[in-house]
């Protein structure tokens, strides 16, 4: 493995995106403008955005950065540069690294403009300490770059790409506690909803929690991420059947 | 003694219950132009992907530079361009060039060397977006170049060009040829594939035709190549 050429893709993405002005603002504005929404239609509940808030960012991360990888990996799968790619000496794993390096970047500048919005702007009191919900965030925005390479495998086209989005996130946004607290669900679906990358990204932003329950939120989140990414690379062939 | 450029033996390809290729065997020395020419879905882009080593081979064998294809040691030594563009278009040229330079370990001077060689400096700083198509074409041929491979395979560099700029590819093909690099090229333009120093001509994955691009004529009686290849792929097998 050379970090010459992961670092190489890296910079290549971020040009892409950099050429891409539009979507760079919608990576970096909707976040921040729905945690705002959130936070002004709670204006006259007080405490609520403090619980709800940062659990959202985490769900935000994850989605946003889920629907940009699925696609922009769907379409060096389609355009006919991974081919090129594996033709020369590229290893999987550093073109997957590569995306990964490139998309945590983003999630990092995402994550920390929405949390500084949140404490200057919004208004956010929350008990949490700010690195750990940008930790969250960060960890959030690479499970769904890890989700985006391994499923963009699964779609043929852009549109069914997009498609994706909801049958990936919204069952799980469903489960991970912010409609209804996972200890109160059905035994099944607790069963489910308890392994769920998007509960323990929700879990690791609850106050006051043990730090070895933090740490292990972290590690559940972790695991999702190795696993899924090399899930990814084992959807990248250099030889077809 | 050198090894042969490519040197392929009863090469089958099965894909999804086809016979897409049917044991076909024959060598290319180096420093030849072949032109590799047969009807859509005849097996040109199979061969030519197999070659690469991204078509897995049902049996027979194909080796390249020498080496079994699809080795790692010839993913720096054999150019290639497909079909489709497979650039980033959301890139600039020379971003474009840059990042497939650094992936082979070319340095810096091949971006510069092969923009000139494929006459596209005057573009170097434009997104891949705002090019005609057969200025993509060119960019994607100067992927290929880069690093300068012994060998280069190019799956229909000139279709969708105009004239002028097909004249000027195969004005390149040659001159890299002069300079000792092989290249295999499919085309379905006849005219120009009577450029090539041989033809290979394959039909539903058979070889009907490997010689000189005269003894095209002369073996259909014709007088132009478009009815030679013609007759050669409507007569009985």
Known sequence: MSFRRVFLTMRRIMQQLRHDPRTIALLLVVPSALVGLLAWSLVNRPGNFDALGPRLLGVFSLTVMFLVTSVTTLRERTNGTLERLLTMPLAKAELILGYAGAFGVVAIVQSALVSTLSYSWYGLAHQGIPWRISAVALCAGLLGTAFGLALSALAKTEFQAVQFMPAFILPQLLLCGLMVPVAQLPTGMRNVADVLPMTAAVHAITPAQTTSYYAEQFAVMVAYIVVALIAGSTTLRRRTK | ?237
């Open chain 2, 1 to 237: 003694m050198t090894a042969l450029a490519l040197e392929v033996s009863q090469l089958r390809v099965v894909r999804q219950h086809h016979e897409i290729l049917k044991s076909l065997s024959f060598d290319v020395a180096p420093g030849e132009l072949v032109g590799l020419l047969g009807p859509s879905g005849s097996g040109k882009s199979t061969l030519m992907r197999s070659l690469l080593g991204v078509q897995s081979i049902t049996s027979g064998t194909a080796l390249a530079l020498g080496e079994k294809v699809g080795t790692p040691a010839l993913r720096r030594r054999i150019g290639y361009m497909a079909q489709s563009s497979a650039i980033y278009l959301d890139l600039t040229v020379r971003e474009n060039l840059a990042y497939f330079a650094g992936i082979l370990g070319a340095d810096n001077s091949q971006v510069e060397h092969t923009l000139d060689v494929v006459k596209l400096r005057a573009f170097a700083g434009r997104l891949v977006t705002s090019l005609s198509g057969g200025e993509r074409a060119r960019v994607s041929l100067a992927v290929a170049l880069l690093g300068a491979p012994p060998l280069l395979i190019l799956d229909e560099p000139t279709v969708g060009l105009d004239p002028v700029l097909r004249q000027d590819l195969w004005r390149t093909f040659a001159q890299l040829v002069a300079e000792g690099t092989t290249v295999l090229v499919s085309s379905h333009v006849m005219d120009e594939a009577a450029r090539c120093g041989r033809l290979l001509l394959l039909r539903e994955g058979h070889l009907l035709f490997d010689d000189a691009p005269a003894q095209l004529l002369t073996r259909t009686r014709s007088s132009g190549y478009d009815d030679a290849f013609v007759k050669l792929i409507e007569s009985p097998s």
